[in-house]
């Protein structure tokens, strides 16, 4: 199957952008991996791998955390803009590697696998193939999406949305998603909030699907434009045994200005740019008054033990 163009290939100035406009994930969402990982697994924090990490955006805050951090990314880019930002930490080994290879890794050398809204890039089962592989028994594979915020204010939210809609009507278009059935998976994982993604119970157990504050933050496929909503792929692959939960975390709640919106979708490696939807733009700002708009990042989280 044709791999999905990668979209975060990119120079330093779009990885900025990337830190200034995406949720700064706060701690408690990795205490929340840690915690798991102390109950359930080994409890044991020797290795860490981050795969799909990009310009380690979150990678020196793993650093602490582990006695080793092997930070991977599939872009020749990504990965010197890595070895660049984590050269002061001793610790550390930057790789260039996609997550479905596991040829650099011997077999069960690593304690926990985190994957930060990345593994929807990569052939999902070919992925959780090679992280049972590189796992210890009792070690912990934490996988998180995080997607764009929801606005509380209702009007704010609509015009949002419409934003979305009309960016990836053209995006569809232009990668044409529903005839490539690699760009479909991509989306589908996307749009599911990662329930498409299969765990075998067979390898992992302990599985646990997270969601912050409901259904109603983080229904991903309220996204898609509404005249391609029919066309895609409803795939769940929740195991019967798997627990599902809401979870409720403030630090996930924030205040955002027009600016922080804008800056949001600068963030995202294709439309909705600023420049392109300044009717949609203007509206939002009325609607918002000029002021601040509260909002909920929209966050999903698997955990499992390796068995």
Not at 62 to 90: G, Y
Not at 200 to 216: H, I, W
């Amino acid at each position: 199957m044709e791999e999905p163009i990668n979209e975060y290939d990119r120079q330093e100035d779009f990885w900025d952008l990337y830190r200034k406009g995406r949720c700064p994930i706060p701690d408690s969402i990795f205490q929340r991996f840690y915690d798991y990982h102390s109950t359930y697994g080994t409890g044991k924090f020797d290795v860490l791998h981050e795969p799909g990490a990009g310009a380690a955006v979150h990678s020196a805050r793993f650093a602490k955390k582990f006695d080793k951090l092997i930070v991977t990314d599939p872009s020749e880019q990504n990965v010197e803009q890595a070895k660049q930002r984590l050269e002061h930490l001793n610790n550390v080994e930057v790789r260039l590697a996609k997550i479905e290879d596991d040829s650099s890794f011997a077999e069960q050398s690593v304690d926990m696998v985190i994957a930060l809204t990345c593994i929807h890039w990569a052939d999902t089962v070919r992925a959780v193939e090679a992280v049972q592989r590189q796992l210890r028994s009792g070690g912990t594979f934490a996988i998180c999406f995080v997607g764009v915020p929801f606005l509380l204010n209702k009007r704010a939210q609509e015009i949002w949305l419409e934003l979305h809609w009309q960016a990836f009507t053209e995006f569809f278009e232009l990668r044409n998603v529903l005839g490539n059935p690699a760009e479909a998976a991509l989306w589908t994982a996307i749009i599911s909030g990662y329930d498409s993604i299969a765990i075998p119970a067979s390898e992992f157990d302990n599985v646990f699907r997270l969601k912050n504050y409901g259904p109603e933050y983080t229904e991903y496929e309220r996204l898609i434009p509404p005249q391609h909503r029919s066309s895609m792929p409803n795939v769940s692959n929740v195991g019967a045994h798997e627990h599902i939960e809401t979870f409720v975390d403030g630090d996930l709640k924030a205040s955002l200005s027009i600016q922080d919106l804008k800056d949001t979708a600068s963030s995202i490696p294709f439309p909705p740019v600023p420049d392109n939807y300044e009717p949609l733009w203007h509206q939002l700002e009325e609607a918002i008054g000029g002021e601040k708009v509260d909002a909920i990042w929209a966050l999903s989280i698997i955990l499992a033990r390796k068995k």
